[in-house]
């Protein structure tokens, strides 16, 4: 997953500089416990920022400390990918990244979504299903 990341994002930016990316935090759902999906979530921005592709990378615990999570579905009125861009535009990122981890039988299920705040367009969509 996080190499699909780095690859859409591997295009150097007209200006230069690297793009700033915002990660929304991890969902624990359908039998995950919420710990395992903060470590993921930590993982994952460590990665990000280690792939060298991306510039500022703000993640939920920066989100939280600038406006909980409530008060931005309020302050935008919605919680789809339109006002998720605007959120990331608001945060001065050209890209938003959210995921969710699910467990299925004895199976874990990782839906990921790359999205442009610029266009509030869906860039990828990811799946990864692991035992």
Known sequence: MLFL??????APAATGEKP???MMD??????VPESLAQVLN???????KDSGKLGNIVGGSDLRAMLDLEQQKTAFG??????????????GV?????ASLAKVGKSFIMHTKLVSVEDAKVLSRG???VK
Do not use: N, Q, R, W
């Open 127 to 129: 799946m990864k299903t």
């Open 78 to 91: 919605c919680a789809d990918d339109s006002c998720l861009a605007e959120l990331g535009g608001a945060l």
């Open 26 to 31: 991890m969902k624990a759902v359908h039998g």
């Open 5 to 10: 990341i780095c690859l859409l994002l591997a």
């Open 94 to 98: 050209p890209y938003l990244f959210t």
């Open 20 to 22: 700033g990316l915002a």
């Open 42 to 48: 930590e993982s994952f921005l460590v990665a990000l």
